[in-house]
């Protein structure tokens, strides 16, 4: 089998972003596991508002075409506001069902305070499974982020619990990240008392 290609995509536009220091360990962890990976850097990138009267603009089709490659994808995002980030939503706007559909995802979000990520986390995958995707249930959420990373990008000595989540999700999208949905007709309904 191939080895598996994660793409993380990056939903934070700030300088020196943690969300982007705590997908660096996702995607070493994907890379020690077998992977090959790709972050997607939203700041690099030129994605307007989307509208779907120009669903082509920009630099919406290198985008596509990236996430496109993907075997499994990791959506990263600052908390803001008890959401997730608008270019994140404006990135995948820009991408479907084509770059979604039977792919396994993992979901990681970062905020500033000490634990404001659960609602941000539960919409990420409703997102991605009104995409057909195959959301991970290992997630990560990191609050006080300020707290949890050092200049280098490194978590802090408290972190290890943290840390061993954050690489926990970069082995298992990796591990999952060849999974076959089962196709709508092969579904077996159970019938109760028809055991």
Known sequence: ??????????????????TKMALQHVLEAAKAAGATTDCIDLRTLELPVFDADSQDAGDADRLRQRVDAADAIILGTPVYHGSYAS??????DYCGFDEFEGKTVGLLAVSGGPSSYPDTLAQLRLVAQSLHAWVLPQQVGIGAASEVFDETGAFTEPNHDLARRTRTLGSEIVS?????????????????GDA
């Open 87 to 92: 270019p994140l939503k404006t990135a995948i």
């Open 1 to 18: 089998m191939a080895r598996p290609h994660v793409v993380a995509l990056c939903g934070s536009l700030r300088a020196g972003s943690y």
């Open 176 to 192: 999952y990240a060849h999974i076959v949905p089962i196709e709508e007709d092969a579904h077996v309904v159970a019938v109760r």
